[in-house]
């Protein structure tokens, strides 16, 4: 393996990463041609060697786990099989811009009359990429810095700064990755941020600083993430017209938690999905670890997809959430759930159902919220693909409640409450799907069991999110 | 806020009458207060007796955060807030309560001048003591100032406050100054008052203005607060007539009303005048 891998180093700036590659697929072709015809009489063939040739900061036993797979391969439609995932398990480490395959009949001494020999053509992501944005919106424009250290260790550890420096505020992360070497998915992030939000239907603007650390292992059908974080939060009203309920909470306080999330997703995709469900279950518990701030958060999030009639979909969910203070301390504006808007409740201003106070939504410590949809293609639509398949069209019918909880009452008195005065609303409208992270929607939205001091948005409302109910 | 929406503001502020449930909100008392806020807070106070207005006093650890100028005390009155002395005197002015109004435009100019005085030297004095002293910082005001606050975030915001008031000093030009030269300037700060006041009940004889509220608050926190060393005090104390009017505003505007409470007790204060 050391000198394959010493020729790769000084034949790449000689002759370039191409022209190296040509020759070795014509030797492939040529070698596949002499072999074929004995491995369709189901002969068995030997992986001698598996090579990686172009590696030049990863350490090789990082890469072992990811290819030995293909030593177990007994015929050549399976070494082209075999090699062909090891390619996909490589690509995915995140640290090569580009892996090929070559596979050759053995040389040398020691070779077999069936022997093969696997070779890896894999090219190094640059040590460092950096990337520069500038972003306006709420009136605000910002500059955007972002520098990236692939593999800097050579084991797949990866560090990301980013860095943005706006008018009125500026921020940072930086974090650090580090997968188990041979089990990508059980992962270590270490994370350092500072963020700022404004929240205007608060009137409060938060400033955290933290650290968290985080640990992803799947389970079995879940995926699980351990979180530890450790913030200090800085909230103060975003005008001198706040109301007074906002300026109470104004300060700083740390809050140190330790949270849990289990995912089980068989959805299809995750924006406009057409099969699948999806169980998101959240925990967090504060102030066992120490800080200021004490309290125990769960979250659930359900969604059902089935496909329908004519290519439409028909869709489901369920959000739930009860924040429940531990000790003394009232629970912090901060940590409260929040509802309403075009990407929940829709009809209803961003997050402005329930509690508030001079016109500032504080937030309620249970909520629930379901959705109904019925997603169709366009109609009149004359071929399939193209432009008109990132459309669609939608019906809705929308469902929930915020409120707080006296928990010194019996769980049927929460039911209660949380079954009184509840908003709901119907609609329809048009979606489109931005790749596969985020869709933007307009509604024409009729919002209904409307109770006094919620904000409504009668009519046509837009949303762009990445989450929705 | 625009100016014309706040002026807008003001003048509704004015037709609505002096509430019931008035608030002044400060720092914990017995664990967090500051020499400085407390004397600013007692000056608030007092001016607002001398007014006749009632207020309740309302200790939080955020005091300093909810206050829309970051500074204490301000005060909660109907749905408005005012934080400091100065822009407090001008809200209850607008709602018809002054002290002031019986002084000519020269008496006015020199009443704003010697609180500017009090501001610039005593208030600065005690900034100083507080947090360029570092026997006074380390002992009181870092582990008082972050009292409220848990393990590092204690640590990090007393720093950042002492970061701040020092940069303030050397904006000032003090931050070259020894702890000997700034009691010198509080003993020439309490001369100049003192020649002042001369023999008169209140600086400007009868009448008592916020210019004695705001002496008063200052001189009867340091007279009442234990330093790490009693010098301060010990300058305020050799004049003997500032002594008599710390007495006279305490026994008038604070006695008469409730013995213990309202104000001037600290975990390191000595409960009255020596």
């Known amino acids: 393996m050391g000198t394959v891998h010493a020729r790769s180093v000084d034949s790449y700036p000689m002759y370039g990463r191409d022209m190296g590659v040509n020759t070795d697929d014509m030797e492939m072709m040529e070698a596949v041609q002499e072999t074929k015809q004995e491995v369709l009489e189901n002969k068995n063939v030997v992986v001698q060697h598996v090579n990686i040739e172009g590696l030049g900061r990863t350490k090789e036993d990082y890469l072992g786990y990811e290819i030995s797979d293909v030593f177990t391969a007994r015929n050549l439609v399976e070494v082209m099989r075999k090699s062909h995932e090891a390619r996909q398990r490589l690509l995915r480490l995140g640290i090569f811009k580009d892996v090929e395959v070559v596979i050759d009949i053995s040389e040398g001494a020691n070779a077999l009359p069936n022997g093969l020999d696997v070779t890896f053509e894999v090219t190094e992501l640059k040590r460092l990429t950096g990337s520069y944005n500038t972003m306006v919106g709420n009136n605000e424009g910002s500059m955007v810095l972002g520098i990236k250290l692939p593999n800097i260790i050579g084991r797949g550890e990866k560090l990301t700064f980013q860095f943005s420096y706006g008018t009125k505020e500026t921020s940072y992360g930086m974090s650090f990755f580090k997968p188990q070497s041979g089990y990508y998915e059980r992962n270590f992030t270490l994370n350092l941020y500072k963020v700022t939000g404004q929240f205007p239907w608060s009137s409060l603007k938060e400033t955290d600083r933290g650290v968290s650390t985080e640990l992803s292992f799947p389970l079995w059908m879940t995926d699980h993430t351990l979180k530890w974080e450790g913030v200090w939060r800085e909230l103060g009203c975003l005008a001198r017209s706040a109301s007074f309920a906002v300026r109470e909470e104004s300060g700083h306080t740390l809050k140190s938690a330790l949270s849990h999330t289990m995912v089980v997703d068989t959805r299809n995709s995750a924006i406009l999905p057409q099969r699948g469900a999806l169980l998101r279950l959240n925990q967090e518990l504060a102030g066992y670890t120490g800080g200021d701030a004490s309290f125990l958060k769960e979250d659930v999030e359900l969604q059902l997809n089935k496909p329908f009639i004519w290519g439409s979909v028909l869709s489901a969910s369920l959000w739930g959430g009860m924040l429940f203070p531990l000790g003394r301390q009232p629970s912090s504006i901060a940590d409260r759930f929040y509802l309403g808007g075009p990407t929940s409740v829709r009809g209803f201003g961003m997050y402005s159902i329930g509690p508030q106070s001079e016109g500032d939504y504080l937030g309620g410590e249970a909520y629930w919220a379901g959705g109904l949809h019925l997603y169709t293609p366009l109609p009149f639509r004359s071929n399939k693909g193209g432009l008109a398949d990132l459309f669609k069209t939608h019906f809705f019918l929308n469902a929930g409640n915020l409120c707080n909880l006296n928990y010194g009452e019996g769980p049927r008195a929460h039911l209660q409450k949380l079954a009184e005065c509840i908003r709901w609303s119907y609609g329809a409208g048009i979606m489109l799907r931005l790749g596969n992270i985020a869709r933007l929607e307009l509604n024409y939205c009729f919002p209904m069991g409307v109770q006094s001091g919620d904000r409504i948005c009668d009519g046509v409302q837009f949303g762009a999110g990445i989450r929705f109910l | ?274």
């Open chain 2, 1 to 274: 806020m625009s100016l014309a929406a706040e002026a807008f503001v003001s003048q509704i502020a004015a037709a609505e009458p002096w509430p019931e449930n008035a608030t002044l909100y400060q720092p914990l008392k017995e664990d967090q207060i500051l020499l400085s806020d407390s004397a600013s807070s007692l000056a608030v106070q007092t001016f607002l007796r001398m007014c006749g207005l009632p207020v309740l006093v309302s200790c939080r650890a955020n005091a300093e955060y909810m206050s829309p100028s970051g500074k204490v005390p301000f005060i909660h009155v109907g749905n408005q807030v005012v934080s400091e002395l100065g822009p407090i005197v001008q809200f209850t002015k607008a709602k018809g309560h002054a002290l002031s109004d019986g002084l000519d435009d020269v008496q006015r100019a020199e009443m704003k001048a010697y609180m500017e005085l009090v501001n610039n030297m005593l208030l600065t004095a005690e900034l100083y003591i507080q947090w360029c002293d570092d026997y006074t910082a380390t002992e009181i005001s870092r582990p008082r100032y972050s009292n409220p606050y848990s393990w590092p975030l204690n640590h990090v915001l007393a720093y950042q406050k002492q970061w701040e008031i020092r940069r303030k000093m050397n904006a000032i030009g003090w931050s070259g100054k020894n702890l000997e030269q700034v009691y010198e300037d509080v003993s020439q700060c309490c001369q100049a008052l003192s020649q002042r006041l001369g023999t008169q009940p209140y600086f400007f004889n009868k009448q008592p203005t916020e210019l004695d509220a705001l002496v008063f608050g200052h001189l009867f926190t340091i007279l009442t607060t234990q330093l790490t060393s009693d010098e301060l005090a010990e300058k305020v104390k050799s004049y003997s007539n500032l002594l008599s009017f710390c007495h006279r505003i305490e026994q008038t505007y604070f006695k008469e009303h409730e013995r213990e409470g309202q104000f001037g007790s600290s975990r390191h204060s000595k409960s009255s005048l020596p």
